[in-house]
């Protein structure tokens, strides 16, 4: 039989993954973004500098939203450091 523990763990990981997944995900974009106004890319990314410039600062805020949101489902989670 599955203990609950055994089931937070196993949620707890699915989130704190998924929270990683989507950190990823938004600094594709900035990175594309940018390359885009470099010139390196063809379709996508910012039109300008004031759009990379919202674009990096609303994805800093989602990274930190996304790490606080991992580190409070590892505690109840119960993942350990190791």
Do not use: Y
């Amino acid at each position: 039989m599955v203990s609950i523990k055994e089931v937070k763990l196993a949620i707890a990981t699915a989130i704190a993954a998924a929270f990683g997944f989507i950190i990823a995900l938004i600094w594709k974009d900035i990175i594309i973004g940018l390359m885009k106004l470099a010139g390196w890319w063809q379709e996508g990314g910012f039109s300008d500098i004031n759009g990379a410039i919202v674009g990096i600062v609303v994805a800093i805020f989602i990274t930190l939203v996304a790490v606080f949101g991992i580190l409070f489902i590892s505690k109840w989670g119960g993942i350990e450091k190791k």
